[in-house]
Structure formats: C-alpha cells, structure tokens
T-cell receptor
Framework: GDSVTQMEGPVTLSEEAFLTINCTYT??????LFWYVQYPGEGLQLLLK?????DKGSNKGFEATYRKETTSFHLEKGSVQVSDSAVYFC??????????FGQGTELSVKP | GAGVSQSPSNKVTEKGKDVELRCDPI?????LYWYRQSLGQGLEFLIY????????KSGLPSDRFSAERTGGSVSTLTIQRTQQEDSAVYLC?????????????FGPGTRLTVT
C-alpha cells in the first residue's frame, strides 16, 4: 500500500541555520504531497502542498519540490527561526482523499 | 469563520467503558475524516465520510470502533469497551473537496486516556 517515510528526529539547529527534512513516498498513480506542521499545543496545520510532478510548494520561507523520479518531497528552509520549532509531517493523498502520514520529525531551533 | 471543533478536549475513562467523541466540521464541508495520533503508531487514518455515508472505513482498528455522521455535519466516533491501547489523540478534519489535493482542515483533537 501507499506509504511515507521521513527522517527521524529530533533535529536540533541553531537560529539562521539551513533546514532539510527528507521525505520519500511509495504510491501508485499520481498522489498529491503535503507538509503539515504541529506547533506546541496546537493542531495540525497545512504548511505547503504540491499536486503534480515538478511542482514546488512554498509558504513562510519553506519549500518542497515534488520529485517523481526520486519519489521525494524534501522540506527546506534557508534560515530557521526559534518560532519554527514544531513537529513536521510529510503526507500524501491518493484515491479517496485520506491522508497517509510519515512518522513526523521534531525540529528544535535554539537561539 | 469557525474552524473544526471537537469535544471534549480531554477524556479520561476506565477500561471497559464506552466513549463518544464529537466533531463539528467547517460549515459546508462535505468530506469529514477521523484520524488517531499515538506515540507508537503516529498519525493513522480511521474513517472518511462523504456526506452522511462512509465509503472508506478501512482504518477502524476493530469492531469496537464505529462512527456516524448526521445531516452532513456533526460526526460522532464511538469506542466501545475501551482498552488501554485506545489511549491517543483523536483528530477530526474536514474538506470542501474530495479530489486528490483538496486541503483538509484539522480540529484541535480529543485526548483520550484509558486507565
């Protein structure tokens, strides 16, 4: 069945460091890909998405490019802030719309 | 406008008791999803509603779990004879579109603790 694998955390970075969180997927057909974020004490929020190959999703300085050839959707940000500390989930939807999530990666940014 | 709401926010129950969790989706959203978030299993899909019908129940872990949706709006997830492994945060999400790529909006969740 469809699945998502993302790098394990926790990831600890200093403020202004470059961030990459790896995400790869296995799916039949042409899934849509998402990054969701869960800030401490808050609910899941959509961060960005891409619906077809080579699309780039972007929001709040974060970017991810849908790479069909490598079945990847890595999340990147050029300069992280303390306020980016959260748990990040990579996910896909295929037929039916249900989200299939990766295990989540906890990011901690230190000042 | 109002987002997805869930109640109660926290529920502590004794093993063997039944519990009901409620979800109020965003007004006008036809699709509604239940997920479960636990330490050992991450985020898992449970059930999906389109209107009042549930075309995908494949994630319900056992026949102790059931859900219904009435009036194309409120949904209730019921867990009968709760077990300790049912302890988790139960999340509800709604969407105005069901095609691939439609955004799902999540509620704050209900934290269920079975003692």
């Amino acid at each position: 069945g469809d699945s998502v694998t993302q790098m394990e955390g926790p990831v600890t970075l200093s403020e202004e460091a470059f961030l990459t969180i790896n995400c790869t997927y296995t799916a039949t057909g042409y899934p849509s890909l998402f990054w969701y974020v869960q800030y401490p004490g808050e609910g899941l929020q959509l961060l960005l998405k891409a619906t077809k190959a080579d699309d780039k999703g972007s929001n709040k300085g974060f970017e991810a490019t849908y790479r069909k050839e490598t079945t990847s959707f890595h999340l990147e940000k050029g300069s992280v802030q303390v306020s980016d500390s959260a748990v990040y989930f990579c996910a896909l939807t295929n037929q039916g719309g249900k989200l299939i999530f990766g295990q989540g990666t906890e990011l901690s940014v230190k000042p | 406008g109002a987002g997805v709401s869930q109640s109660p926010s926290n529920k502590v129950t004794e093993k063997g008791k039944d519990v009901e969790l409620r979800c109020d989706p965003i007004s006008g959203h036809t699709a509604l999803y239940w997920y479960r978030q636990s330490l050992g299993q991450g985020l898992e899909f449970l059930i999906y509603f389109q209107g009042n019908s549930a075309p995908d129940k494949s994630g319900l872990p056992s026949d102790r779990f059931s859900a219904e949706r009435t009036g194309g709006s409120v949904s209730t997830l019921t867990i009968q004879r709760t077990q300790q492994e049912d302890s988790a945060v139960y999340l509800c999400a709604s969407s105005s579109r069901t095609e691939v790529g439609g955004e799902q909006y999540f509620g704050p969740g209900t934290r269920l603790t079975v003692t």
